[in-house]
T-cell receptor
Framework: AQKVTQAQTEISVVEKEDVTLDCVYE???????LFWYKQPPSGELVFLIR??????QNEISGRYSWNFQKSTSSFNFTITASQVVDSAVYFC?????????????FGSGTKLNVKP | DAGVIQSPRHEVTEMGQEVTLRCKPI?????LFWYRQTMMRGLELLIY????????DSGMPEDRFSAKMPNASFSTLKIQPSEPRDSAVYFC??????????????FGPGTRLTVL
């Protein structure tokens, strides 16, 4: 089973539309961390946000917001008023300690196309 | 400050040849990660080091793959002999000292490997 599932392979929106990228994770740990990374066409993954399992407070950073719900094991990412520069592949990731080993899992990514 | 540096950026080789990918982490980071990205399997963690010591190599696909970190500023990922199915983008990432599962990872630009 996938530890991190991003069911949306590709999404296309028109500039200024809002868009939500879904992420569902699976873990038995009580302590874990969730991340979102952005991979622009240049290829390098860029860190966007981290959430720990004990902090379900939603976060907003400019046009970006994140909704963490432990009850549904989801950590969704919303871009408000999307812009062409938001076009990229977005990855959700989970890190946890499993049998005293640190484990790092990435979802398959969601490609976001923002058209002018 | 320089980010994670990887070389070469592109590598084209023939099946059976040895391939060596190189990575220089960010100064002061003591975790180093090697990932492989393919369309079929997404982003997979191959191995990671802490203070130059390999901690978890369970993601290394087979004995043809080996990784070393002779000092804090240099790591190599070697494939010998290479096969067409090794074609992928290989990323190196590094993170700060402390809790590996907590700290965000800083990714290099990747090496696109094509094995003919």
């Amino acid at each position: 089973a996938q530890k991190v599932t991003q069911a949306q392979t590709e999404i296309s929106v028109v500039e200024k539309e809002d868009v939500t990228l879904d992420c569902v994770y699976e873990t038995r740990d009580t302590t874990y961390y969730l991340f979102w990374y952005k991979q622009p066409p240049s290829g390098e993954l860029v860190f966007l946000i981290r959430r720990n399992s004990f902090d379900e407070q939603n976060e907003i950073s400019g046009r970006y917001s994140w909704n963490f719900q432990k009850s549904t094991s989801s950590f969704n990412f919303t871009i408000t008023a999307s812009q062409v520069v938001d076009s990229a592949v977005y990855f959700c990731a989970l890190s946890e300690a499993e049998n005293n080993f640190n484990k790092f899992y990435f979802g398959s990514g969601t490609k976001l196309n923002v058209k002018p | 400050d320089a980010g994670v540096i990887q070389s070469p950026r592109h590598e084209v080789t023939e099946m059976g040849q040895e391939v060596t990918l190189r990575c220089k982490p960010i100064s002061g980071h003591d975790y180093l990660f090697w990932y492989r990205q393919t369309m079929m399997r997404g982003l997979e963690l191959l191995i990671y080091f802490n203070n130059n010591v390999p901690i978890d190599d369970s993601g290394m696909p087979e004995d043809r793959f080996s990784a070393k970190m002779p000092n804090a500023s240099f790591s190599t990922l070697k494939i010998q002999p290479s096969e067409p199915r090794d074609s992928a983008v290989y990323f190196c990432a590094s993170s700060l000292p402390g809790l590996a599962t907590y700290n965000e990872q800083f990714f290099g630009p990747g090496t696109r490997l094509t094995v003919l």
